[in-house]
């Protein structure tokens, strides 16, 4: 935020969407730039590409941002106020009303909610990005703060239901940085816990903004005490509420940083602002005076314990903890934002709907959040070596590669390839001219395939060539866009560092890896084919429905429109099942499957609808039956067919590869759960001979072994396909077929077809042997179950997984390996490191919260937040809906990630409910 010194504007009123004090009578609205809209911003656009030295500082002045939080914290209406103070707007739009630029679906204005993250370019301050004009001209020193002069900001404003979970993944993976929202009465609610730990795994440096607070029931003090025991970081408090009198309403923030007091006016639209020094806080607002040098003095003691300069600073000013200069607090808090070990967040307040706090939260992005050149190194793969970029690019990584080879292989011929081929790699990577990650597919109704791209190095220009690392294809991208939400400008080219829109490839997916070379070969060189940005983590799906077609012919048409929605949304996942044959469309929760049925009818006019799940369940034996004989004896086809079979069925109850098989067994096969055995006795096997399979003199003429063996398995698995009693597909059952070549073969008249139908009917005659005998039961399958909640949702969550849905605990807070991701959405790699020392709750400053009580304002104990694991065999027809009833029963904190186990034999009442639910009952 630029600050001067007060007596230079006796007025002390600001123009915040200009960031130009008033200097005399001319009002607020003639200081405002005017506003040219997407015009503007496209001549803008247009001149990063003057001159290297003009695209560096405009590099350096760029700030790729993202806003996340919780559903209903603010998101999209802090966005509305910055696009209006920057410039690029005429009115701030209304969620309620469906008229906010971010917020352009349909779906999304009719729900009130974000359900595609959106992204916006403008600038703050409102101007000239290169050669600005005015008081805001000239070169930055180390006494100007980076919000005096203007910068671009590409924001993308992100989802906050816990659905869209992905949607914030693949926008996280693509940002410098990132604005956490929280709701001042709220607090730090579950997604808020989710996000910020997916923003962790990407290191994404933030800061935090506490909104909200002009609702009643807002506690700062609180919240701030819930960021660093939920989050796990210490709160930098920048800037505490400004209550009038202490306890009434809500009119303004007392900056830490600077001292002063920022003052909105109710009712206005927030364009203006009045500021109050200390000394006038003190005649008008001691107790809020006495609190800000509080702030202040935990600031700058915070600060001293991770920052060495902000040390020096305060002993050369005497040890006077208000004599530090705001300059210096900037640089301190923007290191400790910086450094990846660090765990400072800078904290600050406001009200967006009543336009209060946007404007210093807009110059805290620029002076604290990265550029592209500060930001992480982004990780790659090339050749088999990860990486950074950078590394990549100066020929490093290169280097370490040759370095890596050549200490493996021996020999000066083995060493001189090694050169050749780090010089030929050196060689190809000069080559490169742009790097790219496709983070987003769009299917648009008007444009075609969207492919939102961010480029991490050089130019992304039009017409070139894009080589997809990830397929291994070249495909040319004819226009590219510039995107502000749902309006866009085409442009030349998107240099690095910036996010941009590809129009035309009809291949590339989310999370591929693009680059753009030197030449019109249809293949780059190596090793650049190999060139592979980090991938996005997709997580797994944990909500599924089935999905139909109105009629045999929407098929293939339904499909298609399902392939075009999994290009979109990598989080849904479609499958077919074997069983029943439903189409069954998985996602991240009820609301997703909703949102994308919306999708698949509304936008791409497919005739289907979705329905209920229809569960797997399966036919056991209980007993052994008695050895049951068929005879076929039947024309097949004009051709007399003649085999017979001996059949045993019994329950699988032992591990089929513990058991020995004798000389006699030709087959011992296990399929889908169920074990045949075929046996012949004296068929005098001569497994010596040199053709291609085994003999037998008793065999009929010109059939194989394998021919025979094959027939008897077809006839057995037709018949376990189809229970006795419940006509269901058998599961956990051994078949054990016996042919005798005595009895059972007739010669030419022992055909394929007989012996199957043979084995079929002695199969099915022992199952239902084993019926009017010990019986059958019903199976149903049980899932694997990983829960993550909280310590104190544990007990009700446990209670409910025994209890109400059938379920058994296996173990609590054991080590699983998890592939991808977690239940959390965090990747597995990120879990694996240490996890860093816990929080001094007491080092924490919180300022007092009006109205706050001992119940209100404690702190949450440690013990209640530490995460749980629940590992559980849960059956699947009580997994379906499960996320809702989780989220009640954990305040929204719980997730949980599933896969089949097996299958298991129902008791006798549940048996008795499933069956009725199968014939039409309740």
Known sequence: MVVAPLLRFPTGVRCMSSNLYKTSNVTCKNTCPSLKGLRSNYRQLQRFSTTSACQDEALDRTRNIGIIAHIDAGKTTTTERMLFYSGFTRRIGDVDEGST??????????????????????????GEVNGASGPQAGVQNELTPRSAYPHTINLIDTPGHADFTFEVMRSLRILDGAVCILDGVAGVEAQTEKVWNQASTYRIPRVIYVNKLDRDGAAFGRTVREVSTRLGVYPAVCQIPWFQGGNGPFIGVADAIHLQG????????????????????????????????????????????????????????????????????IEGLRRCVLDQTS?????????????????????????LLPSPPEAPDPEVSIGGVNGGLRDLLSGDLIVAQSEKASSQSKGKQSKKKNVALQTSSKDAISKLQSCALAFKVVNDAKRGVLVYVRVYSGSLDRNSLLYNTNLQLSERAPRLLKMYANDAVEVDSIPAGHIGVVVGLKQTRTGDTLVSYAGNRPTPPEPLTSLQLRPIAVPPPVFFTSVEPHSLSEEKRMHESLALLLREDPSLHVNVDEESGQTLLSGMGELHLEIARDRLINDLKAKASMGRIEIGYRESTLGTSSPI???????????????????????????????????????????????????????????????????????????????????LQNGAMAALSRGPQFTLPMHNTRVTLTID????????????????????????????????????AMMEPVM????????????????????????????????VPLSGTDASGTSASALEEEAPPPID?????????????????????????RPRTIIAKVPLKEMVGYLKHLRSLTAGRGTFVMSVDRFEKMSGQRQKVILAELRGGS
């Not at 829960?787 to 025994?802: C, K, P, R, W």
């Open 629 to 711: 004989t068929k005879m076929f004896d039947k024309e097949i086809a004009g051709r007399k067919g003649k085999a017979g079979c001996t059949a045993v069925a019994e329950p699988l109850n032992e591990d089929p590869e513990s058991q020995e098989l004798d000389q006699d067994t030709l087959l011992s096969e296990t399929y889908d759960g169920n074990q045949i055995i075929v046996r012949a006795p004296g068929l005098q096997i001569d497994r010596s001979s040199r053709s291609e399979g085994d003999t037998s003199p008793f065999l009929p003429p010109g059939m194989e072994l394998v021919t025979f063996r094959t027939a």
């Open 841 to 865: 709750h007491s080092r924490v400053y919180a300022p007092p919260d009006p109205f706050e009580t001992p119940s209100v304002g404690a702190e949450i104990p440690a013990a209640a937040t």
């Open 343 to 367: 765990r400072i967040v800078p904290l600050f307040a406001g009200a967006s709907f009543r336009n209060m706090g946007v404007q210093p939260l807009l110059d805290s992005i620029v002076n």
């Open 262 to 329: 920022l003052r909105w006016k109710e009712g206005e639209d927030g364009r203006t602002v009045k500021v109050a020094d200390l000394q006038q806080l003190d005649a008008e607002e001691p107790a809020l005076a006495a609190e800000l040098r509080r702030a202040r003095i935990a600031l700058i003691e915070l600060l001293s314990e991770h920052d060495e300069d902000i040390v020096e600073k305060f002993f050369e000013c005497e040890e006077d903890h208000l004599a530090v200069s705001p300059a210096d607090i």
């Open 741 to 776: 070549p005595a009895t059972d073969l007739f010669g030419n008249e022992t055909t394929s077809s007989a012996l199957s139908s043979a084995a079929r009917q002695a199969t099915a005659a022992a199952l239902q042997d084993v019926q009017f005998g010990a019986g059958t």
């Open 101 to 126: 630029v971010t917020d352009f679906l349909p779906a999304e204005r009719a729900r009130g909610i974000t359900i595609q993250s959106a992204a916006i370019t403008f600038h703050w301050p409102p």
């Open 784 to 815: 694997n179950v990983i829960i993550s909640v909280d310590e104190a949702s544990l007990g009700s969550v446990v209670h409910d997984i025994s209890s109400s849905r059938g379920g058994h605990i296996v173990s609590l807070d054991e080590e």
